[in-house]
């Protein structure tokens, strides 16, 4: 059964400390890991895809890298907006467009 | 560029009642469209997805269905609602599958309809 396991499940910074959530994953051939980020009350926004091992993307203070298990997204130097839910997912089946989302990472930067 | 819009923002619904949960996509054609559930603590599931017009596939059993009578609208109905089926609803769309390059497109979200039952 394919499984997505994201730790921790809260995160306290202060701002400019940096650090990394992590998402791992078990699923058969794997067609896509998906980062989004999500605020109160919203729904999740888009933040990157990665499709292969040793692939990595950045946006602004975001890093998102992945290996054949897992994959973390590296928070550098953090402001207080970058408070939200990190929601991690992967895509699975062989034919379908199902994903299996973690439970996410509540990440709270204090100034 | 696409847009996503869902309705209303907020439910309140007594139990027994039925539900009608709207979504609509601007921006793109065909795409591929998803309602998700999410619970308090807990990931997104989802429980129904299209890949065009009158066709859905069903992920989870449950007291709930789904129809797409046009291109870029998406329906998420009960007959009637259950104290369980309280939670937050997600529409999501993206556009098909890169089946050359076998890669599965990102999903884009609305901003959800938070539905409580009584």
């Known amino acids: 059964e394919d499984q997505v396991t994201q730790s921790p499940e809260a995160l306290r910074l202060q701002e400019g400390e940096s650090s990394s959530l992590n998402c791992s994953y078990t699923?058969?051939?794997?067609?896509?890991l998906f980062w989004y980020r999500q605020d109160p009350g919203k729904g999740p926004e888009f933040l990157f895809t990665?499709?292969?091992a040793g692939e990595e993307k950045e946006k602004e203070r975001l890093k998102a890298t992945l290996t054949k298990k897992e994959s973390f997204l590296h928070i550098t130097a953090p402001k207080p907006e970058d408070s939200a839910t990190y929601l991690c997912?992967?895509?699975?089946?062989?034919?379908?467009?199902?994903?299996?989302f973690g439970a996410g990472t509540i990440l709270r930067v204090k100034s | 560029s696409q847009t996503i819009h869902q309705w209303p923002a907020t439910l309140v619904q007594p139990v027994g009642s039925p539900l009608s949960l709207e979504c609509t996509v601007e921006?793109?054609?065909?795409?591929?469209l998803y309602w998700y559930r999410q619970a308090a603590g807990r990931g997104l599931q989802l429980l129904f997805y299209?890949?065009?017009?009158?066709?859905i596939s069903s992920e989870v059993p449950q007291n709930l269905s789904a129809s797409r009578p046009q291109d870029r609208q998406f329906i998420l109905s009960s007959k009637k609602l259950l104290l369980s089926d309280s939670g937050f609803y997600l529409c999501?769309?993206?556009?098909?599958?890169?089946?050359?390059?076998?890669?599965?497109?990102?999903?884009?979200f609305g901003d959800g309809t938070r539905l409580s039952i009584l």
């Open positions: 921006g793109t054609s065909n795409p591929n």
């Open positions: 999501a769309w993206s556009v098909p599958r890169d089946a050359q390059r076998n890669r599965n497109q990102p999903q884009h």
């Open positions: 699923v058969s051939g794997l067609r896509g």
């Open positions: 299209s890949v065009g017009i009158g066709q």
């Open positions: 990665l499709y292969s």
């Open positions: 997912a992967v895509q699975a089946g062989r034919y379908g467009n199902k994903l299996v």
